[in-house]
């Protein structure tokens, strides 16, 4: 008559294939609104905010219904106060004056956009679909792998060290319960039956003949004792180790700005973006990134990030010295074989004359080889766009760095003036290599 | 009966001496809800008299109940995105905290399936089975809808045929043929069901063991309308004459009301697996037919039946103070009705009304007022109001439960009013009020508004042109001048079209005049192929 079934531990996610069906349908859609968010919303709020609203056309589902503003209609509402039959109510201006509310609602999953949230996996998918990590030239799979010893269970042989005490303690207590080890208890039980026999004086005959047989007993459990001893060295087990490939899944970040008096907020806002872009899309490959922000004007320096964007220096501005400092940086604390080195670079493109060709030699020589990929960002005044987006002209550090992007395939440089221009940049930057060369 | 009022009797005295609570506190365990459904059975049953099938009760998480969400709450449905669409939706709703989530889902099936939530407190998990087990399922097994269009016994093993039949299906002929066939099918669920016809009860399990051999026999069957369809030689047919007409409506069983019946039988363009499809979406639609037209009815049942059971169990002294109160205070939540000028009105609430007017029936049984003679003299001091409402759940839907029922007196609480509202008009009219001149016409009024005759629009296939173009007409029966949404109508018969293979067209005429209102078709015109 009656059956109580828990039911919690069944699977979940039993729409789970209803929701699969549902995104690939509505995918298009849903993608433009992920690419919107984009260009929208603050770069911060990007990994975090996987509410997207799509256009519900696509994923309507049509069924045939009254059109709430034709015809003639009643509809019966609770909570007169005042009316009475026959009064007229103007209607509320623009809106057709539905006095059904139940009508209403049905009007109101009409055209509008609707709205749900996606997973922060399913957001970035498609944030990041068809992107791949430049590259990984360098690091391709024989290098990207270091060697790191793992625990590898255990074994008989090994240094002193590396005893794992619990399972030789618990090998030792199974043999001695399987050879049956005397206890210590008993013996010291016998011993002292023996000594309190031999305390006795004088002793009787019984004493003496117990005596005889208890030190048999005693002689019996110390050999006993010592032919089991309390641990064997087949009880011993030592840590194994075992040096296994491990995935190079560390890398490092370098954010260069020119933070002289000509890059104003707008400059490293715009640059903020595209640091973050790049860093969201390095998070998704590596398990551990870190990143390192230098400021230079006419000297470089390493700061943390509130100092980076948000400080005023001023001074001249050589570019060289934040490379320097990079090169510095890399040496003390990224070796290159345990690090994959990003660097992203912004400035509005002024440099001091003749440190441009110096960059050039310190890129080529230096610091190309040692990163997975350099990206530059020149940005803009809004009004020089239209001058300038041909990347065919451009001042002295841009020109130059062009011989640079033509010599490394892991260089990239792009200008960008407005939010609008960050996320096309990054696409481009990391858009797959077969679609540029 | 003298049981039932002994019961009564019993529970008015007071505590009994010698039982004790129930439980304590909030937390729930399996032990505690067993004896709290025993408890709960003995008023259900003994007091009451209600009318069960067996239940089973199953505890399932939050996710657990969104999924159930996302699928008509029924355990076991095929897979469609748009059932995604429906848990994406509910899911950020509920994550967001704009609705929490159902205390519980039943399911009208025997037995009778409910699902309640793993949080439910220890009160909770008793208002919902009393609620639930108790009142949905008398109303599921005694109101005569669900008795006549809906095979409870059946409809889990026919789930789990159709389940496993689009699977079917979807390997066979691939996702998306049998996506898109859904999906038209969707689109005329509302317009898949028998309204007013006799048709012999459903037996789903019959179908199901008949449905291979009726394959088969469909894939031999003889087609009434190919054989109507002229071949190659079209030119040579005579003028069609009335007779001819008419015949080919009689053999057509025209004017139809049930769309997806009609094309299921009649569609040229649908294969056998399509027709079994469609089928299946078609007794999905009548499943759940009777409970579209029942959601004042069956929650006012279950709200009454939870209200009186925790109340007889309280005076009883089974549950505590504390119980009660929780219990009281959610049963006001799901009773509050706004008023119409209230920021969150959303219509009258099925609960609200429902629950309403079932205790307004016991009042009128038990302590009737001349008004209440007058108006009801069938029930007006009739003592035995568990009779009466039972009658009432048994034999009525909305429409016909408010027209027979609601009092002047409700009408009079609630302060209902009529709205009349004429689209072309600058203003509103107020038409009755809760005046003894009103009554009447608020009740017809409020009854109209539950009936899906006139909420949802009167479709029927009315011929099929097949001397010449093989178009399929489609008659819109208008009452005031309500015409359809444009835009979902030139959606919805795409969809018809696709079923039907040939191009459909759409005629509304008003319900008196017999004028025509408005055509669309899915024939492209000239002007259109052009774009």
């Known amino acids: ?437 | 009966m003298s049981s039932a009022e002994a019961a009564q009797r019993e529970a008015e005295t007071g505590p009994s001496s010698g039982r004790k609570y129930l439980f304590e506190g909030s937390d729930w365990d399996f032990d505690t809800l067993r004896r709290t459904y025993d408890a709960i059975a003995e008023v259900a049953l003994d007091d009451l008299g209600l009318d069960i099938y067996a239940n089973q009760i199953e505890i399932i998480s939050s996710e657990q109940m969104l999924d159930a969400y996302a699928s008509h709450g029924m355990p076991l449905m095929y897979r469609h995105w748009s059932f995604g669409k429906q848990f994406v939706r509910e899911e950020r709703l509920y994550r967001k905290g704009y609705s929490g989530l159902a205390y519980e889902i039943v399911i009208n099936s025997d037995p009778c399936i409910s699902y309640n939530m793993e949080e439910n407190t220890m009160a909770m998990q008793t208002l919902v089975m009393a609620h639930a087990a108790f009142g949905h399922n008398h109303f599921f097994k005694n109101n005569y809808l669900f008795r006549q269009w809906t095979d409870a016994e059946g409809i889990l093993d026919y789930l789990n045929f159709a389940k496993g039949y689009i699977a079917e299906c979807e390997e066979k002929h691939g996702v998306v043929a049998v996506e898109e066939l859904l999906d038209s099918a969707h689109a005329l669920m509302d317009q898949g069901v028998f309204r007013y016809g006799r048709r012999p009860k459903l037996n789903l399990r019959e179908q199901l063991k008949r449905e291979r051999e009726r394959r088969d026999y469909e894939d031999r069957t003889f087609n009434d309308l190919w054989r109507t369809v002229p071949g190659n030689g079209a030119g040579d047919k005579p003028e069609e004459t009335d007779e001819d007409l008419a015949e080919r409506k009689k053999r057509l069983k025209l004017p139809e009301e049930n769309l997806l019946y009609f094309l299921e039988k009649n569609s040229p363009a649908l294969e056998p697996w399509q027709r079994e499809i469609v089928r299946i979406v078609r007794n999905i639609a009548q499943y759940f037919y009777p409970q579209k037209q029942t959601k004042v009815m069956n929650e006012g049942c279950a709200t009454f039946v939870h209200h009186y059971i925790t109340n007889a169990m309280h005076e009883r002294g089974l549950l505590t103070d504390g119980a009660m109160l929780e219990i009281l205070h959610s049963h006001a939540n799901v009773l509050r009705q706004p008023e119409f000028d209230d920021p969150q009105y959303r219509g009258i609430n099925p609960y609200a009304l429902g629950f309403a007017m079932m205790a307004d029936i016991r009042r009128i049984c038990s302590e009737p007022e001349d008004e209440d003679r007058e108006w009801f003299p069938e029930i007006a001091g009739r003592r035995d109001w568990r009779g009466a409402l039972k009658e009432a759940w048994a034999n009525f839907r909305d429409e016909s439960f408010i027209r027979q029922y609601l009092s002047p007196r409700l009408i009079r609480d609630l302060r209902l009013f009529v709205l009349g509202n004429d689209t072309t008009k600058s203003h509103c009219k107020v038409g009755s009020i809760h005046d003894e001149r009103g009554y009447h016409g608020v009740r017809e009024s409020l009854a109209q508004s539950y009936d899906l005759a006139v909420i949802e629009p009167d479709i029927q296939v009315v011929d099929v042109d097949l001397r010449g173009d093989r178009v399929l007409h489609l008659h819109h029966t208008m009452r005031d001048d309500v015409r359809l949404h444009d835009s979902a109508m030139a959606e919805v018969l795409a969809h018809v079209r696709r079923l039907w293979g040939y191009d459909v067209c759409l005629t509304g005429a008003d319900a008196q005049s017999d004028k025509t209102s408005y055509n669309a078709s899915t024939v492209r015109s000239d002007k259109d192929a052009e774009e």
């Not at chain 1, 059904?100 to 049905?106: D, I, L, S, V």
């Not at chain 1, 290098?143 to 240094?159: H, L």
């Not at chain 1, 320096?301 to 400080?311: A, L, N, R, Y």
């Open chain 1, 1 to 437: 008559m009656f059956h109580l079934i828990d039911r919690r531990l069944n699977p979940k996610d039993k729409s789970l294939g209803n929701r699969q069906r549902f995104l690939r349908r509505a995918r298009a859609q849903i993608k433009e609104a992920v690419n919107r968010t984009v260009s929208e919303r603050k770069v911060a709020d990007v990994a975090g905010g996987e509410t997207v609203s799509i256009p519900s056309k696509g994923i309507a589902e049509p069924r045939l219904r009254h059109d709430a503003n034709s015809g003639r209609r009643e509809g019966v509402l609770p909570g007169n106060k005042e009316f009475l039959t026959g009064d007229k109510i103007p209607k509320p201006q623009g809106g057709g004056g539905q006095g059904n509310g139940k009508e209403g609602a049905a009007e109101g999953s009409g055209d509008d956009e609707f709205e749900f949230a996606l997973s922060r996996e399913e957001f970035l998918e498609l944030f990041f679909e068809d992107l791949e990590l430049p590259d990984l030239v360098k690091t391709d799979l024989n290098e990207i792998y270091a060697e790191k010893s793992r625990p590898a269970g255990f074994t008989t042989s090994g240094s002193p060290s590396a005893i794992d005490v619990r399972r030789t303690m618990r090998n030792g207590l199974g043999r001695r319960l399987a050879l049956m080890r005397p206890r210590l208890r008993e013996l010291e039980a016998l011993e002292a039956e023996v000594a309190e026999l031999e305390s006795r004086n004088p002793a009787s005959e019984t004493d003496r003949d117990r005596l005889a047989v208890l030190r048999k007993q005693v002689e019996g459990i110390k050999r006993k004792r010592r032919a089991v001893p309390f641990i064997d060295p087949i009880d011993v087990r030592f840590r194994h180790r075992q040096p296994q490939p491990e995935p190079n899944t560390k890398a490092v970040m370098f954010c260069l700005m020119d933070v002289s008096g000509s890059m104003g907020e707008r400059e490293k806002d715009l640059a903020k973006r595209f640091f973050i872009l790049l860093y969201l899309f390095l998070q998704r490959r590596y398990e551990h990134i870190d990143i390192v922000f230098i400021r230079h004007t006419h000297e470089a320096q390493e700061v943390d990030e509130d100092t980076f964007f948000h400080s005023r220096e001023t001074g001249g501005t050589v570019v060289s010295t934040a490379l320097d400092e990079m090169l510095k940086i890399v040496r003390a604390r990224y070796p290159n074989k345990e690090w994959n080195i990003y660097a992203a670079q912004a400035s509005d493109g002024e440099n001091y004359s003749g440190d441009s060709e110096r960059c050039v030699t310190m890129l080529n020589n230096e610091l190309m080889p040692l990163c997975q990929y350099y990206a530059y960002v020149e940005i803009l005044d809004e009004r020089e766009t239209g001058l300038f987006m041909n990347p065919g002209t451009g001042a002295a550090l841009w020109r130059n760095y062009q011989e640079v992007s033509g010599d490394w395939p892991n260089f990239a440089m792009k200008r960008v003036a407005s939010p609008g221009d960050i996320y096309p940049v990054f696409r481009e930057l990391f858009a797959k290599q077969d679609g540029k060369n």
